[in-house]
C-alpha cells in the first residue's frame, strides 16, 4: 500500500534535536497541521521549533485525497441546528477564509492547485439536501441545488459549492518548509513546567503546539473520550472519466470522487477503527460494475479524528493549560482545517484576539450523543480480557485482515503485525 502522492516527495533529511533548547512555541507533530503552524510563526519572526517523532509527512497527510473546501458534507444545517445560524455562517466564514489563505499562497507555488466546484449528494434523500441548501441560503452563500450531476449512477441531486479548491499536498509543502526550523525523529515523551521532554534533552518553550492528529497526552482536556477515529480507502484509476469537480455522498457510507491530471481518485468503504467494514473492495466492485475500462494504479487508506460535534478542537488544550495549545478533531476535513489551525493558533500563542476561536475552542460543551458512545466502546473494549492490549489505555486490539494490522477500537491506535506503532495516539510499539 502506498501513498498516491510520495511520487512528489523530494523532501529533505532534517537532523535529530539534541540538548536542550529553550524557543518561544514548540510546534508538536511535522504533518501538514504543525507546518502551516510553523510557516505563519516564521513568517512573523515569532521564534520556533518543530519537531517531528518520525519523518514530516510521513502519518496521515500523505494519504489526503487533497481537497481544499468549506464544504463539509452537510455541517450547516447541523451547526445550524446545535448552535444557531450564527455559528453555522462563522464556521463557513472562518472556512472560507481558510480557503483564500490557500489561493494566495499557491498563487506563487507549483502544486498543481486548481479551482474546481465541490458536491455533496444524496443517493436518496433530497430533504437532507434542501434542509442544508435553506440553511446556507439564510447565511448567505451562493449555493446551489443540482439535479444532473455527471456520476454513472443515479442521485436524488447534489449541492454545489462553487469555486473551491484541490492540490498536490506534497509538491505544495516541499516549497513552504524551505526556511522553517524543522528537527525529525525527535519524540516528545511529555510535556511539564521543565519543559518538553525528548529523550535526548528537554525543550522550554512559552507556548506549546501540539499537532499530533490525535493529542497524545490523556491528564488533560479528555480527547480520549471526545473523539474517535475511521478508516477511509482510497483508489487512483487512469483510464476514467473527468468529473470536474469533487464530490462526496452526504450519508458518510458511499464513495467520493475528484480527478488529479490523468487520475481518478475514489474514496469509499470507511469505518470506526478497529471495526469492521468495506475498504477497498466496495471501490473495486463498483468500479468493475460502472468503470470496467478504469485501470488501478494506487491503492491507500487514511484516519481521521471524528469530534463529538463535528466541528475541529482548535485552541487551548484545556482550560487549566493556559500555554499549551491544539489543533485535532477534523472529521475528514483536514486540509482546509490545517489553514485554519495555523491562523487561529498563530493569533492565540502571540496573545492575539482571533474571532472563530470561541466556535473552536477545545472546552466547549461536550454533551452530545456521540460521548455515550464513545464512552460504551471504550468501556466494553476495556473489559475484554482477551487479545493484545494497546498501550494507550489498555483497550483491546482487533485484528484488520484488509490491511494486516492491529487496530485499536477505542482510540484508533494502529500497530503492524510485528507491533511496531503506525497510528497514534499510542506512544510506542507493542510489548512482545
Not at 483491546?396 to 494502529?414: F, M, Q
Amino acid at each position: 500500500m502506498e501513498s498516491f502522492w510520495l511520487n512528489s516527495d523530494t523532501f529533505p533529511q532534517y537532523d535529530r534535536l539534541k540538548g536542550n533548547h529553550k524557543t518561544g512555541v514548540l510546534v508538536i507533530g511535522g504533518g501538514i497541521t504543525g507546518i502551516l503552524c510553523a510557516y505563519r510563526l516564521h513568517k512573523q519572526n515569532i521564534p520556533y521549533i518543530l519537531v517531528e517523532a518520525d519523518r514530516i509527512c510521513n502519518g496521515i497527510t500523505k494519504n489526503t485525497t487533497a481537497k481544499i473546501t468549506s464544504q463539509h458534507g452537510l455541517i450547516y444545517n447541523k451547526i445550524s441546528q446545535m448552535y444557531g445560524t450564527s455559528k453555522a455562517a462563522l464556521y463557513l466564514k472562518a472556512n472560507e477564509y481558510a480557503l483564500s489563505e490557500y489561493k494566495h499562497l499557491c498563487n506563487t507555488i507549483d502544486c498543481d492547485y486548481e479551482t474546481k466546484d465541490s458536491y455533496v449528494y444524496s443517493l436518496n434523500y433530497r430533504s437532507k439536501l434542501t434542509a442544508e441548501l435553506d440553511t446556507l441560503n439564510n447565511i448567505g452563500f451562493p449555493a446551489t441545488y443540482e439535479t444532473n450531476i455527471p456520476l454513472p449512477f443515479h442521485t436524488a441531486g447534489a449541492i454545489k459549492f462553487p469555486n473551491q479548491a484541490c492540490f498536490n499536498p506534497l509538491k505544495f509543502i516541499q516549497e513552504i518548509i524551505r526556511e522553517l526550523k524543522i528537527f525529525e525523529h525527535t519524540r516528545i515523551i511529555s510535556i511539564s513546567k521543565k519543559g518538553a521532554l525528548t529523550g535526548h534533552g528537554t525543550i522550554l518553550a512559552d507556548k506549546y503546539i501540539v499537532c499530533t492528529h490525535f493529542p497524545f497526552i490523556n491528564t488533560h482536556g479528555s480527547y480520549f473520550l471526545k473523539m474517535y477515529q475511521q478508516r477511509s480507502y482510497v483508489i487512483a484509476y487512469k483510464n476514467a472519466p473527468d468529473y470536474n469537480g469533487m464530490y462526496i455522498d452526504e450519508s458518510g457510507n458511499g464513495l467520493s470522487f475528484r480527478n488529479y491530471k490523468d487520475y481518478l481518485l475514489v474514496g469509499g468503504g470507511g469505518h470506526k477503527t478497529g471495526k469492521k467494514g468495506g475498504d477497498w473492495q466496495v471501490i473495486s466492485s463498483f468500479m468493475k460494475k460502472n468503470l470496467p475500462q478504469a485501470t488501478k494504479v494506487y491503492q491507500f487508506a487514511t484516519q481521521d479524528c471524528m469530534s463529538l460535534d463535528g466541528i475541529p478542537y482548535i485552541g487551548q488544550y484545556s482550560k487549566n493549560c493556559p500555554d499549551l495549545f491544539v489543533a485535532t478533531g477534523f472529521n475528514k476535513w483536514g486540509m482546509t482545517s490545517s489553514m485554519l489551525s495555523s491562523i487561529i493558533l498563530s493569533d492565540l500563542v502571540t496573545g492575539k484576539t482571533n474571532q472563530y476561536a470561541s466556535l473552536f475552542s477545545p472546552s466547549r460543551n461536550m454533551l452530545h450523543p456521540q460521548l455515550i458512545t464513545n464512552i460504551y466502546n471504550a468501556t466494553v473494549n476495556i473489559l475484554n480480557p482477551f487479545g493484545k492490549r494497546c498501550p494507550h489505555l489498555g483497550c483491546s486490539l482487533k485484528w484488520n485482515a484488509a490491511e494486516h494490522t492491529w487496530d485499536c477500537p477505542c482510540h484508533g491506535s494502529r500497530f503492524a503485525d510485528d507491533g511496531k506503532l503506525i497510528d497514534n495516539p499510542a506512544t510506542g510499539n507493542l510489548k512482545k
